[in-house]
Nanobody
Framework: QVQLVESGGGLVQAGGSLRLSCAAS????????MGWFRQAPGKEREFVAT????????YYTDSVKGRFSISRDNAKNTVYLQMNSLKPEDAAVYYC????????????????WGQGTQVTVSS
């Protein structure tokens, strides 16, 4: 079992930055991929970014490429999402997720989820 706890969300003006963190506990997660997803009110949960277990493979949804950066520190059992140049459309609850095996954009393939952290972007 893996427990995930997100932090770092908050209110930021458009154009600003936030760094989300996701701390993992329980079974070691260093052998699995991690992902960030988000869900805005009235919308389905969507993929944001994923990173492989070694941190060498990263993939982003098109809308955040060049603005967001995912990274992980396996020694600290933590994955990060650096979000720059935030836009009002980035506002959502952000969730981190973990899976054993390779990176994937499909939320259905991630069995472990955090409780989410709210990101609000004012225009």
């Amino acid at each position: 079992q893996v427990q995930l706890v997100e932090s770092g969300g908050g209110l930021v003006q458009a154009g600003g930055s936030l760094r989300l963190s996701c701390a993992a506990s329980g079974r070691t997660f260093s052998a699995g991929a991690m992902g960030w997803f988000r869900q805005a009110p009235g919308k389905e949960r969507e993929f944001v970014a994923t990173v492989s277990w070694a941190g060498t493979y990263k993939y982003y949804t098109d809308s955040v490429k060049g603005r967001f950066s995912i990274s992980r520190d396996n020694a600290k059992n933590t994955v990060y999402l650096q979000m720059n140049s935030l836009k009002p459309e980035d506002a959502a609850v952000y969730y981190c997720a973990a899976r054993w095996g390779g990176s994937n954009w499909s939320s259905a393939l991630y069995p472990y989820w955090g409780q989410g952290t709210q990101v609000t972007v004012s225009s």
